[in-house]
């Protein structure tokens, strides 16, 4: 009786690959950057940059506002569009806010049988402008085929146009305590930290969320299975809108004043801040979280730049190179992927 002997070659164990999740990452490039300027600030002014409460203070408070429209382009781009308008939405939401936050007093009043209001129906305002626009981008989008882009872009322009008319180019002042005090303290930063923790529950952990992700990574595989993109993109823009104009009213409360010129450029930096926190404008991809520390970002690159005494037009410059890095970046993630 012959026995036969069976040897099965056992595969060699996967070698074990550790890799940091992508917010981790972009959190090592924020302290990164931190302890660049921690160095420069002692080389250059003999000071520390990080060490000072102040100034972390003022970091976070200037980038709040940024960080409230950032997370309403987050959705945007995640459905691989755009939104050009944000910062002319801050300007138009801060007028109309700001006129109906006047103190009963001032003689030139915008609306003078509209004076004293409880601080109520100027929030609602501001917030209504900023959703009514949002709607429109949301509507042009989706039921005109106009590119992302170019709804936007006119959005942008249209806006910028509303603001400088409703306001005659003369600011709108003399606001009261109560409506001020919205942009007062650490209130700004309250505002966005819960915008953004909702935001992220809702992206993470509800239907919609899903559908925004699904529409970004196949929108014919999104139509396919059932989603109405067209509703749901009407959907996205008017709560970017919705959250510009909550960004336009902490701003002209910050500012304790509603101006046509506010919100210049806002939408660019909001831009930055979402590409830089590793969201992809192929869409499809993106956090809340990674927006976040996109935000400080920015907010410690423009400290630190005025920290070690960088004029402002250089400031832009380098801001320009890192989006364009960050972008690079993005587009060769994606070509590995493929």
């Given at each position: 009786m012959s026995t036969t002997a069976t040897t099965t070659m056992a595969s060699p164990p996967t070698p074990f690959k550790f890799k940091l999740p992508q917010e981790a990452s972009i959190f090592l490039v924020l302290l990164g950057i931190g302890l660049l300027f921690e160095g420069l600030g002692w080389y250059v002014n003999g000071q520390s940059f990080l060490f000072n409460l102040d100034r972390l203070q003022?970091?976070?408070?200037?980038?709040?506002?940024?960080?409230?429209?950032?997370?309403?382009?987050?959705?945007?781009?995640?459905?691989?569009?755009?939104?050009?308008?944000?910062?002319?939405?801050?300007?138009?939401?801060?007028?109309?806010?700001?006129?109906?936050?006047?103190?009963?007093?001032?003689?030139?009043?915008?609306?003078?049988?509209?004076?004293?209001?409880?601080?109520?129906?100027?929030v609602l305002a501001g917030a209504f402008t900023g959703l009514v626009i949002g709607l429109l981008n949301g509507s042009l989008i989706a039921y005109t085929a106009i590119p992302p882009f170019i709804a936007t872009l006119g959005t942008m322009v249209a806006a910028r146009g509303f603001a400088k008319w409703f306001t005659g180019g003369m600011p709108v002042s003399m606001l009261t305590e109560d409506f001020a005090w919205i942009g007062s303290g650490a209130n700004p930063v309250i505002i966005f930290l819960v915008l953004a923790a909702i935001f992220h529950v809702v992206l993470r952990h509800t239907r919609f969320g899903k559908?925004?992700?699904?529409?970004?990574?196949?929108?014919?595989?999104?139509?396919?299975?059932?989603?109405?993109?067209?509703?749901?993109?009407?959907?996205?823009?008017?709560?970017?809108?919705?959250?510009?104009?909550?960004?336009g009213t902490v701003t002209a409360a910050r500012a304790i004043s509603g101006q046509s010129g506010m919100g210049v450029m806002y939408e660019l930096d909001a831009i930055a801040a979402v590409v830089i926190g590793g969201t992809s404008l192929v869409g499809g991809k993106g956090r809340i979280t990674g927006t976040v520390i996109g935000v400080l970002i920015l907010g410690v690159m423009t400290s630190g730049f005025t920290f070690i005494r960088i004029d402002a037009y250089y400031q832009e410059m380098v801001k320009g190179a890192i989006i364009v890095a960050a972008v690079i970046a993005d587009q060769y993630r994606n070509k590995k992927k493929r």
């Open positions: 003022i970091i976070v408070l200037q980038m709040a506002v940024i960080g409230i429209i950032a997370i309403g382009v987050n959705l945007v781009i995640i459905t691989s569009g755009i939104d050009l308008s944000s910062g002319s939405v801050v300007a138009a939401a801060a007028v109309v806010a700001a006129s109906l936050a006047q103190v009963s007093d001032f003689p030139r009043a915008v609306f003078p049988a509209l004076t004293d209001l409880p601080i109520i129906w100027p559908f925004t992700y699904a529409i970004g990574a196949n929108r014919q595989a999104a139509i396919v299975s059932g989603i109405n993109v067209n509703r749901h993109l009407i959907w996205i823009y008017t709560i970017a809108g919705l959250l510009a104009g909550i960004a």
